[in-house]
């Protein structure tokens, strides 16, 4: 794929880069550095994303109304997960110009909610270095922030864990606790794998990065396998 590839994309967001590479690295996949002599893979970028992508919501929820901190902490989880960027970058085609290499392809990595949902962050990385602040929130506030309402007449921005607590005490009498199943990587990279269980039954898991974001996960999972 070359910098050519990228115009229908950067028409689609409505952005020219300056720096073409800065935006193909945006989207190569760590397995496709291994497999080419690429740039470098967009975790970095990634990171930096999801830090600009937060002071966004924040600042844009703190001044839509006087909200409380929770009511806040939740709409903007809902508006960063992992389901709504994901949902954004399939809105924009993101998947179609990712640097995979050929295993993560045949497995189905273009359609992967974790794959689309970091690049669509390190893409916002991307255009905080090559275009600055205004032009990352203004794509923010274009493809992620207007889905705001849609989410909250949804109830996706209901506290996971709050509502599977309540309902197991409601229908089992029991309160669920959350046990750590698995860490992977560096610590500055963890994985997290966490299990949510209503007394000894393992009810569902989940992942993230942080213990708190995995057990949200597990109980985002858990309330889809109750059907509650």
């Not at 690429?38 to 990171?47: D, I, K, P, Q, Y």
């Not at 274009?142 to 209901?158: S, V």
Request: glycine content about 8%; some cysteine; proline content about 1%.
């Amino acid at each position: 794929m070359t910098a050519a590839s990228f115009v229908n994309l950067e028409k689609t967001i409505g952005i020219r880069f300056k720096d073409k590479d800065l935006l193909a690295q945006a989207l190569t996949h760590r397995s496709a550095v291994r497999q080419s002599r690429a740039l470098g893979h967009n975790e970095r970028f990634e990171f930096l994303g999801d830090a600009v992508l937060e002071l966004v919501s924040t600042e844009y929820l703190f001044h839509i109304g006087q909200k409380t901190e929770g009511e806040m902490t939740n709409l903007r989880s809902a508006l960063v997960n992992r389901e709504n960027l994901a949902s954004v970058a399939n809105e924009i085609s993101l998947g179609e110009y990712l640097f995979l290499s050929k295993g993560e392809e045949r497995s189905g990595g273009r359609e992967k909610d974790s794959t689309l949902s970091n690049a669509l962050e390190a893409l916002i990385g991307a255009l905080y270095l090559d275009q600055g602040f205004e032009i990352a929130q203004q794509f923010c506030n274009e493809f992620i922030l207007t889905r705001l309402q849609a989410i909250q007449a949804a109830g996706k921005h209901l506290d996971e864990k709050s509502t599977f607590q309540e309902k197991a005490q409601e229908t089992e009498g029991f309160t669920p606790h959350y046990e750590v199943l698995e860490q992977e990587g560096p610590d500055h990279e963890k994985t997290f794998t966490c299990g949510v269980f209503i007394g000894d039954e393992k009810i569902a898991e989940g992942q993230g990065n942080s213990k708190q974001k995995a057990e949200t996960a597990a109980a985002a999972a858990g309330l889809k396998a109750k059907g509650w």
